[in-house]
């Protein structure tokens, strides 16, 4: 299992009704520390199939959503927990980090 | 056990795997988790790298690299080094992940990072208005005021690009004059959005959760006075990255890896040094790919006379010997220590 994709359209309820923990990835094409993180997400994603959720959210095509949530660097990733933005990562980091800060939701 | 592993994947790193790779020494590239392809994957247009008419887009030439270097043999490996074993015959390289990777040479190519300013606000505010990578970030200023920190290639890369998108990209430098290239400046000067704050020093960058401005001082008189912005781009440097060999290999005053002469071999023998880890000078994609160049020569030839022999230790060692003592003069004769 891979991380999908959502956008404007769907945000409401893929993210904010959603019922679990959902990391929301903002990332462009043209970024290139953005497809460096994607696979380790994809592979969060393949590890951790009930603990969270992860989605993909193009900010090229959805600039809506990175202006409401203040997006100014990505790869920027939120998780949102009933409907609230809870932990912010900022940055491409290794996987081992990326798990660091989002332990709360692995264990 | 490896012939040879290379660490790190920019220009340096990926053509010393190409050459190692056409010699057939299997070269394991540790390329890093997230930061494969070095600086220039921050990078547009790559407009001075040969062969490239019509330039190319860093990335896209990152990743070329990389499948000449694979085509040929070479392993990459998307881990970080956190431990390095280079005394001995045998090299060690521990990884993120834990594996260890043993070898009879390392070729060390890990660059350099950016420079901080080294004020209060930068971390927390980093990515939230602060930011070392316009390419990555541009993006998120339309229509905005910023500024960008810097007086070289790269600071007049950055503005330029910068108004793509911001209205207003004023350009902070603590001096008079650049010491970016002839064609960057001019290239900044023509562009209108861009405005020079000239004789100024960025002493504090203002905001709680987001980037509203940055206290100034004029390094003429002292006077302070507040820059009303949202985004502060920094682009006033690179440091080698040597943080994983300090107190294993010699370093140079300027912090880059020390080398004998010309090539790229290091204190240590065996352990070879490239890119601009080894460079404070000239720091191009094309000097860097040299370098790697060098890297993989020596290496090969180091192997060959390890292959040889069997004791080249010894030998090695008396090389070193007898050349330590001239380091300052090798330095003083180049003017700037082997790229």
Redesign the interface.
């Known amino acids: 299992m891979t991380a999908k994709a959502t956008t404007s359209a769907t945000w409401e309820q893929d993210v904010l009704q959603a019922e679990g923990p959902v990391l929301v990835d903002f990332w462009?094409a043209?970024?290139?520390?953005c497809?460096?993180?994607a696979p380790?997400l994809d592979e969060i994603q393949a590890d951790n199939p009930d603990k969270i959720t992860v989605l993909k959210l193009n900010?090229?095509e959805n600039p809506d959503l990175?202006m409401k949530y203040?997006?100014?660097?990505?790869p920027?990733m939120k998780v949102f927990n009933k409907g609230q933005v809870q932990t912010t990562i900022?940055?491409?980091?290794?996987?081992?980090a990326i798990e660091q800060d989002l332990a709360a939701y692995l264990a | 056990m490896r012939q040879v592993i290379i660490i790190g994947s920019g220009p340096a790193g990926f053509t010393a795997a190409i050459y190692a790779a056409r010699a057939n020494l299997e070269p394991l590239v540790v390329a890093s988790s997230v930061e494969v392809g070095g600086e220039l994957m921050n990078t547009t247009d790559v407009e001075n790298f040969p062969g490239f008419p019509d330039g190319i887009q860093g990335p896209e030439l990152m990743e070329k690299m990389q499948k000449q270097a694979e085509r040929f043999g070479a392993e990459v490996l998307y881990d970080d080094v956190v431990e390095l074993d280079l005394a001995g015959a045998v090299k060690t390289v521990k990884l993120g992940s834990g594996a260890v990777h043993e070898a009879s040479s390392v070729i060390f190519a890990t660059g350099s990072a950016y420079r901080k300013l080294g004020l209060p606000g930068e971390e927390r505010l980093s990515g939230r208005g602060v930011s070392w990578c316009a390419t990555c970030d541009g993006f998120f200023f339309r229509e905005r005021t910023i500024a960008v920190v810097g007086g070289g290639d790269s600071a007049m890369e950055e503005a330029t690009f910068l108004t793509r998108f911001a209205s207003k990209v004023y350009v902070i430098h603590r001096k008079d004059s650049l010491r970016a290239s002839k064609i960057m400046q001019e290239r900044a000067f023509a562009n209108e959005k861009i405005e020079f704050v000239w004789n100024t020093q960025v002493v504090d960058i203002l905001g709680e959760d987001a980037v509203t401005g940055v206290l100034l001082r004029s390094t003429v008189d002292g006077s302070t006075r507040e820059l009303p912005l949202e985004g502060l781009f920094v682009a006033i440097g690179n440091d080698p990255r040597t943080h994983l060999v300090h107190g294993k290999l010699e370093l140079t005053p300027e912090g880059t890896i020390w080398v004998h002469g010309r090539s790229s071999r290091t204190s240590e023998p065996g352990v070879f040094a490239a890119g601009d880890v080894v460079d404070p000078t000239y720091r191009q994609a094309v000097t860097a790919a040299g370098s790697g160049t060098v890297a993989a020569l020596d290496a090969e030839h180091f192997l060959a006379a390890l292959e040889q022999s069997g004791e080249p230790q010894v030998a090695e060692a008396i090389e070193i010997a007898t050349e330590t003592p001239s380091r300052a003069t090798d330095q003083a004769e180049t003017g700037v220590p082997a790229a």
Do not use: E, F, H, L
Request: glycine share 8%; hydrophobic share 50%; aromatic share 8%.
């Open positions: 462009a043209w970024c290139g520390p497809r460096m993180v380790i900010v090229d990175a203040q997006i100014t660097s990505i920027a900022i940055g491409a980091k290794p996987k081992y």
